[in-house]
């Protein structure tokens, strides 16, 4: 039971005849100081049923309840104030976790049900931009929390394999490219191909009807236009995994929209049967007025299908497929409307599953408050991000500690985490501003911080020696120790948090406050003091880093013993 459920329990004990256990509980507050103690119940609206000023009600409460499970009940005007037993507390937090190690806070509510993730999905021949780096960190970390309270997660890279880009990439390379360049440096010469076509594009506008041409040919099948396509679609993935790799994500399924290439005259079938497909000007459309959305575009007039008709085909064979329990897809905001079409599409066709569909839109990354763009070529290449940021988590490690076995390793972890960590920190839909030099830091709200503070109570218990003993009764009652029992208690209401509204930030955000309490405690307490609890506050430190530690691994990072 977590303190609000003592202290709902202890009071309807005594007002059981006036109001529901439901009742006490949604009356219950957390206090906002210290100083009033853990949970406050107000007693305004017990003053009807019993005729009395809440004053007098709640001195006559605190009279009748007892029992061992509060310190001290106090009564300031019309509010009690409940004081857990922090040694009650404590003993049963740290013994819990003791037992259940890294486990602490699972559960099974998912019943093993299956979540494809569609995440990541950056577009072929051209770079990773931070928004798939957002995507790809974001979805990583929710399918680690789905997975802790019990869904099986499949982590789905629905790549941009497909579409009129392609043609312009052909024409591009047909007329300004090489092969060598391409081998060398797939997604610098692709982009380059690219950015070139919209220039030359804007005073040779026949361009753009040669490149709509190889597309409808690569549609086809034609042989030329396939070989191409095949070709940049393996170079770039190859250029992708580096990333991947560095991130350590990695994919369940890389069917990306080309995929879908078969599978959508299924659905133009279905959509046909139901009457739902009307002509415009050429183009197919399904309405929506009645959603209130603008009718989704199924096919132009040349036959060609878009983006939401291959959405169509992935979403129905990804509930034939997995059968799944719910749908996920982590995709910018900018998306947003398409993401409503689509499950309106779904829902007109009678799939009463696409209510188990979620976007989970997110924010931008900007720099010096401007969105970045690959149009003109202004991009952020990823890898070189995740490549200094290791440098600058190096450069820490060699002042702060120079003789570290494995400096290289932990750099590495400390760096890349440090721009997983920045990510997820913040509620996913804000938009942020990246500067390196902040997110690498080892002070303030950061990656490394919570790292740092977890390397700390490791090297604190070797220094003692310290093995945990599940069999060992660990408590502790002073208040330093108290501020960290209350967060580590309230872990796996996080995790639950966490995984209702899809927002990792929830658990960085934890990690960030339980490495400030500890990091007060560390310097309020002797903890290697030779005393009697001595024992108790090493449990403690030990309980701190193994719940730490399942923060970070939810968010996607390592925590090193040592940095
Ligand atoms: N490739 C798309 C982009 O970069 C994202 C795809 C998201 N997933 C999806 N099923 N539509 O904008």
Known sequence: MNNKEIVAKAIYDVVKEDLSLENVTQLLENPKSVDHGDVAFPAFSLAKVYRKAPQQIAADLA?????????????????????????????????????????????????????????????????????????????????????????????????????????????????????????????????????????????????EEEARAWFKKLEEGDEEATELWQWFRTESLKEFDKIYSMLEVSFDSYNGEAFYNDKMDEIVTMLEEKHLLQENQGAEIVDLSAYDLNPALIKKSDGATLYITRDLAAAVYRKRNYDFAKSVYVVGNEQSNHFKQLKAVLNELGFDWS??????????????????????????????????????????????????????????????????????????????????????????????????????????????????????????????????????????????????????????????????????????????????QKESRLALVYAMATIIKEDIRLLGLHAPNEM
């Open 355 to 532: 209510k188990d569909m979620h976007h989970i839109p997110f924010g931008l990354i900007t720099q010096g408050g401007k969105k970045l763009s690959t149009r003109k070529g202004k991009i952020v290449l990823l890898e070189e991000v995740l490549n200094e940021a290791v440098e600058l988590a190096n450069k820490q490690i060699m002042e702060k500690n120079p003789d570290l076995p494995d400096r290289e390793e932990v750099a590495r972890q400390v760096g890349i985490g440090s721009v997983i960590f920045h990510d997820l920190k913040n509620d996913r839909l804000n938009n942020f501003d990246f500067v390196l030099e902040e997110v690498v830091r080892f002070e303030g709200e950061t990656g490394p911080y919570v790292q740092y503070t977890h390397a700390r109570a490791m090297s604190i218990l070797r220094k003692a020696d310290f093995t945990i003993d599940e069999t060992k009764e660990y408590a502790l009652d002073d208040k330093e120790s108290w501020e960290v029992v209350k967060l580590l208690q309230k872990f796996p209401e996080i995790v639950m948090q966490a995984a209702e509204k899809y927002e990792p930030s929830v658990i960085a955000k934890h990690a960030i406050q339980v490495a400030q309490a500890f990091n007060k405690y560390y310097a309020h307490v002797k903890i290697l003091a030779e005393d009697e």
């Open 63 to 207: 009279e009748k309840i007892t029992g061992t499970d509060f310190e001290k009940i106090e009564v300031v005007g019309p509010y009690l104030n409940f004081f857990m037993n922090k040694k009650m507390v404590s003993q049963a937090v740290i013994g819990q976790i003791a037992k259940e190690k890294g486990h602490y806070g699972d559960s099974s509510i998912g019943n093993k049900g299956n979540v494809p993730i569609d995440m990541s999905s950056p577009n072929i021949a051209k770079p990773i931009s931070m928004g798939h780096l957002r995507s790809t960190v974001i979805g990583n970390s929710i399918a680690f929390i789905l997975e802790k309270i019990g869904y099986t997660p499949i982590r789905i890279n629905h790549l941009g394999d497909w579409g009129t880009q392609f043609g312009k990439l052909i024409v591009g390379y047909k007329k300004w490219g090489s092969e060598e360049a391409v081998k060398t440096a797939p997604i610098t010469e692709l982009l380059r191909l690219y950015v070139q076509f919209h220039e030359e594009a804007e005073t040779q506008p026949e361009l």
